[in-house]
């Protein structure tokens, strides 16, 4: 954000201090990936939903459970590895449920504790879906950008999320809501 046209004077005793307002130079930094962000997770998102029915975000939890051994994980796992909140997680897993794709199991070890298992069905869903979901990748980000600029935001966003996840205690993120 920029300073607004009638700021209060810094220093003021009766004003709180003075943000720290963006430069133009960082303005449009912040502009340009929000566009980017916002546009990238939309072309995504109708990628999937024309090509298997679904969200970007259940995509993204089918994967998971693709990777995890025998192809399940505890729910409050598949949220912190999706970074989405427990009630979000809870409603996406239903609709996967109703589509055959994902079914729960009760954790046998813990009475309040659920698994989220990939099902086949599930499965051959998400093979049929990658090769177009890869493609819409690649073309979207990494056909545009020069190895050292991949390897640049890969870096720039292990930095961002390393600095949203704070290790301690009663940090406010979204897997622990």
Not at 154 to 169: D, K, S
Request: with cysteine; aromatic share 6%; hydrophobic share 40%.
């Amino acid at each position: 954000m920029k300073a607004p046209a009638s700021a209060p004077t810094p220093g003021s005793a009766q004003e709180p201090q003075e943000p720290r307002w963006l430069t133009d130079e960082e303005q449009h930094v912040w502009r340009s990936f929000m566009e980017g962000v916002t546009l990238l997770d939309d072309h995504l998102d109708r990628q999937l939903q024309r090509d298997a029915g679904m969200p970007h975000v259940y995509y993204g939890l089918l994967v998971k459970l693709a990777e995890a051994p025998r192809r399940r994980l505890r729910m409050t796992e598949l949220a912190m590895l999706a970074k989405i909140t427990r009630s979000r997680l809870s409603h996406a897993v239903a609709r996967l449920e109703k589509n055959g794709w994902v079914r729960r199991e009760d954790c046998p070890d813990d009475k309040r504790g659920q698994f989220a298992v990939l099902t086949e069905e599930g499965y051959d869903v998400l093979r049929q879906t990658a090769p177009g979901h890869v493609e819409a990748v690649r073309q979207a980000v990494f056909d545009r950008l020069t190895p050292q600029q991949q390897k640049s935001l890969g870096e720039i966003m292990r930095i961002v999320a390393e600095g949203l996840q704070p290790a301690e205690a009663g940090a406010d993120l979204p897997w622990l809501r």
